[in-house]
């Protein structure tokens, strides 16, 4: 049984579905790349299946349990304890340090300040960024920024990684080097990652690639990954 288990979502925000017939699977410790143009679907789609988003119809179970069943409360309880997100920018606190960004989620788990702080130093080390533990989101580079968002979004352990155009902001040479950092730290923890990507070299980590068009989702038949 697959961890994450979505079948035929519909979502409208208008006239023009977003969401017409879209599916995917995903398996723990899975790295899935949700492809297509612009407009196509893919945001909504991860949004739906991060349970931030209701569909219209269709039907997401996340490990056996049907996400429109469960009260807001315990679907937001969900996300905190279970899920990381990453998005293209604009996602750090400005008035925090990078420590205290990477430390908060743990901070807001009721976790003292020195254990916060002190798996937060770690997970700044393991992506490459402790240099900026004590500047501001507003002192570093785009590339630093998103590796210590990548670094908030592991530090509760979560299984799933969603991540919405993580490296939209950068150039290919940091794109790749968050990309790197990310699936590599999410296959050490086990965490699953859902990317949304319209770049075929940062799809290029994920294992499996989700293709959307109009709304609908289709597989991609890969070879020699
Ligand atoms: P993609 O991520 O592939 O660019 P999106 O999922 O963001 O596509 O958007 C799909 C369609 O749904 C677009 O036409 C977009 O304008 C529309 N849409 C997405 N989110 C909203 C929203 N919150 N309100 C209104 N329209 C939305
Ligand atoms: P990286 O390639 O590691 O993402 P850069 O080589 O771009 O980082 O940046 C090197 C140093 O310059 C960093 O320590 C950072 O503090 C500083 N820096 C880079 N970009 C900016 C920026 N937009 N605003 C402020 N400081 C920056």
């Avoid at 988003?53 to 429109?68: F, H, N, Q």
């Avoid at 393991?126 to 908030?152: F, M, N, T, Y």
Wanted: charged share 25%; proline share 5%; net charge neutral.
């Amino acid at each position: 049984e697959p961890l994450l288990h979505a079948v035929d979502l519909h979502k409208s925000f208008g006239p023009t579905p977003a969401l017409a017939g879209a599916s995917m699977d995903l398996a723990a410790g899975e790295v899935v790349a949700i492809m297509g143009p612009s407009g196509s679907g893919k945001s909504t789609l991860l949004h739906c299946t991060a349970g931030i988003v209701a569909p219209d119809s269709g039907r997401i179970v996340y490990r056996g349990r049907e996400l429109s069943a469960m009260s807001d409360a315990a679907r937001s309880a969900l996300r905190r304890s279970e899920f990381g997100f990453v998005f293209q920018f604009g996602q750090l606190v400005p008035e925090l340090t990078c420590l205290e960004n990477v430390a908060l989620p743990l901070r807001l788990d009721g976790h003292k300040r020195r254990e916060a702080e002190r798996r937060a130093t770690g997970w700044l080390d393991r992506l490459e960024v402790s240099d900026v533990a004590h500047k501001r989101p507003g002192e570093i580079s785009g590339g630093q920024g998103q590796r210590v968002a990548v670094a908030r979004a592991l530090v509760t352990g979560p299984r799933v990684v969603f991540a919405d155009e993580p490296t939209g902001a950068l150039d290919s040479l940091n794109g790749e080097r968050v990309m790197k950092l990310l699936t590599e730290a999410a296959r050490d923890t086990g965490a699953a990652v859902v990317l949304v990507t319209h770049e075929p070299r940062v799809a290029a980590y994920s294992d499996r690639e989700i293709v959307v068009r109009d709304g609908r989702t289709r597989e991609m038949e890969l070879t020699g990954r």
